[in-house]
Nanobody, 118 residues
Framework: VQLQAFGGGLVRAGESLRLSCATS????????MGWYRQAPGKQRELVAT???????NYEDSVKGRFTISRDNAKTAVYLQMTSLKPEDTAVYYC?????????????WGKGTQVTVSS
């Protein structure tokens, strides 16, 4: 199983970034996919999730600025981030969690650093 997040970087406030998470070895179509982030000295927090049916959920502070999407054919999930703020600075992690009652799985990838300067 591999979840590889990439696309992070250093940007200025107001700019955009697109994160990608490539997966392999999972039954992608039954996974709820998510992006989480962890800032220095803080707990990991949910950023956005997308269900296998395409339903989305966002943390309040990113609503209207971030968009999560998935490509089942490519077994990948994306996070389009716009109007970035310094408080968005964190390591961003990709998560895959099974929605099946008979297949219990919860996978994490290594993170990608996003740094937003003011």
């Amino acid at each position: 199983v591999q979840l590889q997040a990439f696309g992070g970087g250093l940007v200025r406030a107001g700019e955009s970034l697109r994160l990608s998470c490539a997966t392999s070895g999972i039954i992608f179509k039954i996974m709820r996919m998510g992006w989480y982030r962890q800032a220095p000295g803080k707990q990991r927090e949910l950023v956005a999730t997308i269900t296998s049916a395409g339903g989305t959920n966002y943390e309040d502070s990113v609503k209207g600025r971030f968009t999560i999407s998935r490509d089942n054919a490519k077994t990948a999930v994306y996070l389009q981030m716009t109007s970035l703020k310094p408080e968005d600075t964190a390591v961003y992690y990709c998560n895959a969690r099974s929605e099946s009652a008979i297949y219990n799985a919860d996978y994490w990838g290594k993170g990608t650093q996003v740094t937003v300067s003011s």
